[in-house]
């Protein structure tokens, strides 16, 4: 009887560990854990519930109450069962569906139903352990052309225009941003396109997709596109613009394409990019992608005692630095967007203002730090335009241009100025306000790249893909036939493409396979070399295959031989004399080795050895071991022979 009670209570912990086993092998579980332990707070109550659990199990007692020792086995039981439950909640619900993830790098595709090379009709199969790029994705394998994301945009995408950039200058630019004017109008009337261009694509030569970023204009003739290219070699160089999938989203992506950049989308200032100065001295508030500073203070003395915000990133190189103002109370002297030193309120700086009566944008400086700020006067720059406009500094060196819209305002070079950081502002003895849709920084060098887009290509995707999987939740495989009559060495690549588009993967890895053409006895495909035939007896014989190319026809063997006859050849024996090449011959069904002056001998006992000078059938055996026959005779000339 006690022996039936401890197995019972052995029971308690064996029963709940098996499900756990069983469950981790089938689930994945311990890539559950790990990523509940990542990403979901109700882990805590799982991982309270096991430290709890164990804390029991090592107590004799709990808050004045003794824990007999049978009861220690049920308290496992708990953990597993409030596991359980959360995990139920929190996948069947939807709130966790990674729980299939495996390896969040696939590997290179594998390839199966080989032996290399197969004929035509034969196929491949190709498979990958790859996982989708985001929760409830869907990928597909493609078996591509080209090792690269070209074959995806190539697929998936059916238009792209080269985009030619044009580098004047005397050295190769990195990372630069260049400016492309598309007519995306004509596009999305001819159904080329998306309305809100949510499938521009910009890729390099070898289809690597590059960062981009929308300024304006969608659905017009001028719509205005910045792209940053990793690469501008100097002279000309090509990227293209890819367009036409219905399915795809936008990409445009400000942060990615340039070295900084704000929009001030959302309701909080983003404070990993900007400090606030001068805090107490006004306000600032975002709101419809728009920042609004109000503020008070003063910037004339030797410190500036009004409100600002500048970057927290530096600029220590040639840059452009540009905002859109979409608003303005145009208080007299009233500052706007400027370039400081540093974010001390006495640091050097040059900074945009409107004059007295407002009718001019010009600038206001200070060219060491400390001292008194200077400006340039009444109706300096230019004339104050309409809403919105541009603001730009070109920062070359210790100098420094102002433009309005690209009109130049001033400029200005002060030695060591080191002017590396971006501000916007609103400044005056009253409070006014300023408002600001964005912000960037860019590169600039001298003179800058140009672009030119060109004609328009249809793409087709056999052109880029041989082929490809449907689409699936996870291990996508394709399957590549062999066509009929044609030879092909080809380089066969796996994607694993998301349908979702968030991630896509390019393996470095490739498969090489050989597609050759179906050798018959009768001849069947057209030829233009041995190597170009299958072989069906699936043996490689040194530099020769089971087929020939005869009378630029791939047959199974020489037609005439004895032993041509290949649906039974691995019945036989296999003879390769390559090394004797012209000595053997087959006349008559029978196999023959001509000695030749030096009287060799074949080491087969099944050949029959002959003279020099003697003759078998229509054959003659020469002294040079080489053998002379009378037309329509055809003697077998090294490679492989079958002896039937």
Not at 40 to 54: E, G, M, R
Not at 348 to 365: E, G, K, N, P, Q
Not at 475 to 487: D, I, V
Request: charged content about 10%; proline content about 5%; aromatic content about 14%.
């Amino acid at each position: 009887m006690k022996k039936a009670q401890k197995n019972f209570k052995f029971l308690h912990i064996l029963i709940p560990l098996t499900f756990l086993l069983y469950a981790s092998i089938f689930l994945n579980f311990h890539y559950l854990i790990y990523q509940l332990l990542l990403s979901y707070p109700q882990t805590l109550i799982v991982a309270f519930s096991w430290f709890f659990s164990a804390f029991l199990y090592s107590s004799k007692n709990f808050l004045g109450i003794k824990i007999r020792k049978e009861a220690k086995y049920r308290l496992l039981f708990y953990p597993i069962f409030i596991t359980f439950l959360v995990f139920y909640f929190t996948f069947f619900t939807g709130n966790l569906p990674l729980l299939m993830a495996a390896t969040p790098t696939p590997s290179p595709p594998s390839v199966s139903n080989s032996p290399e090379p197969q004929k035509g009709g034969n196929s491949i199969t190709f498979s990958s352990n790859a996982q989708p790029g985001a929760p409830g994705e869907l990928i597909k394998l493609l078996i591509c052309r080209t090792n690269t994301n070209q074959c995806v945009l190539g697929s998936q995408w059916g238009y792209r225009r080269p985009i030619t950039i044009s580098n004047s200058g005397s050295s190769a630019l990195t990372d630069y941003q260049v400016n492309i004017t598309l007519n995306t109008a004509s596009l999305i009337s001819a159904g080329k396109m998306r309305s809100d261009c949510g499938d521009i694509r910009f890729a390099d030569a070898s289809g690597n997709l590059l960062n981009y970023w929308i300024e304006s204009g969608c659905n017009s003739a001028t719509t205005i596109i910045w792209v940053k290219v990793p690469n501008i070699p100097t002279g000309t160089s090509t990227i293209y613009v890819y367009y036409g999938n219905p399915s795809a989203t936008s990409l445009s992506n400000g942060d990615a394409t340039f070295d900084f950049f704000d929009d001030f989308l959302g309701a909080d200032l983003n404070m990993g990019k900007w400090q606030v100065v001068n805090s107490g001295s006004g306000s600032y508030s975002l709101s419809n992608g728009e920042i609004t500073i109000a503020s008070g203070g003063d910037w004339w003395d030797t410190s500036d005692t009004s409100l600002y915000i500048i970057s927290k990133a530096s600029f220590p190189y040639n840059y452009i630095a540009e905002t859109k103002v979409t608003g303005n109370s145009y208080n007299p002297y009233q500052r706007i967007f400027g370039l400081r030193a540093s974010s001390a309120t006495n640091s050097r700086m040059f900074v945009f203002l409107v004059d007295y009566d407002a009718s001019h944008i010009t600038h206001v400086y200070r060219d060491s730090d400390g001292a008194y700020a200077n400006w340039y006067g009444e109706n300096t720059g230019v004339l104050r335009p309409s809403f919105p406009f541009i603001l730009k500094f070109v920062r070359v060196g210790d100098t420094v241009y102002g433009y309005v819209n690209n009109n130049l305002a001033n400029s200005r070079t002060v030695a060591n100025w080191g002017l590396n950081y971006v501000a916007l502002t609103d400044t005056h003895v009253t409070t006014g306000t300023n408002k600001f849709d964005w912000i960037r920084v860019r590169k600039y060098a001298s003179p800058e790249p140009s672009t030119s887009v060109g004609n328009e290509e249809v793409l087709s995707a056999s052109n880029f893909i041989y082929t490809q999987s449907p689409a699936v939740s996870s291990n996508p495989s394709a399957t590549y036939t062999c066509p009929s009559c044609t030879y092909s060495q080809n380089t066969y690549y796996g994607v694993a493409y998301s349908v979702n588009e968030s991630v896509w993967t390019a393996f470095t890895a490739a498969k090489t396979f050989t597609c050759k053409m179906e050798a018959s006895q009768s001849g069947s495909c057209a030829c233009s070399s041995n190597t170009q035939c299958y072989n069906p007896c699936n043996v490689n014989w040194g530099s020769y295959y089971d087929g020939y190319c005869y009378n630029s026809k791939c047959y199974d063997a020489i037609p005439g031989s004895a032993f041509g006859l290949t649906q039974s050849c691995l019945a036989g024996t296999v003879l390769n004399h390559e090394t004797s090449s012209g000595r053997y011959a087959n006349v008559n069904g029978r196999l023959y080795y001509c000695k030749g002056s030096d009287n060799s001998v074949s080491p087969y006992p099944f050949v029959f050895n002959l003279s020099p000078g003697s003759s078998v059938g229509n054959c003659k055996c020469n002294q040079d071991g080489s053998w002379s026959c009378q037309a329509g005779t055809i003697p077998i000339r090294g490679g492989r022979i079958k002896i039937v």
